[in-house]
Nanobody
Framework: QVQLVESGGGLAQAGESLRLSCAVSGGIFSMGWYRQAPGKQRELVATISRGGTTNYADSVKGRFTISRDNAKNTVHLQMNSLKPDDTAVYYC?????????WGQGTQVTVSS
């Protein structure tokens, strides 16, 4: 069974940076970072294929960078120039997918 463990969230001021990490067990997959803000639907913000091809939502393009280390089976999200609108719980999961089981997520809170 696939297990997903996110880490690295926290508090940041607008303009600062955070780096999220996701430990994946159970296989190597095309992966994505999703986020869910209070009262909003979960949205996919970045994806990376097994070979390293990346795609981004318009809202984070140019500010976020997704990367992966297949040897360690980890996926990362470098978030620069953070905005208050980036405040959300961030999750990693397969993309396309996702798997039905989600990790606990990691909270990112950006103050203005």
């Amino acid at each position: 069974q696939v297990q997903l463990v996110e880490s690295g969230g926290g508090l940041a001021q607008a303009g600062e940076s955070l780096r999220l990490s996701c430990a994946v067990s159970g296989g190597i997959f095309s992966m994505g970072w999703y986020r869910q803000a209070p009262g909003k639907q979960r949205e996919l913000v970045a994806t990376i294929s097994r070979g390293g091809t990346t795609n981004y939502a318009d809202s984070v393009k140019g500010r976020f960078t997704i990367s992966r280390d297949n040897a360690k089976n980890t996926v990362h999200l470098q978030m620069n120039s953070l905005k208050p609108d980036d405040t959300a719980v961030y999750y990693c999961n397969a993309a396309p997918g996702p798997f039905s089981n989600w990790g606990q997520g990691t909270q990112v809170t950006v103050s203005s």
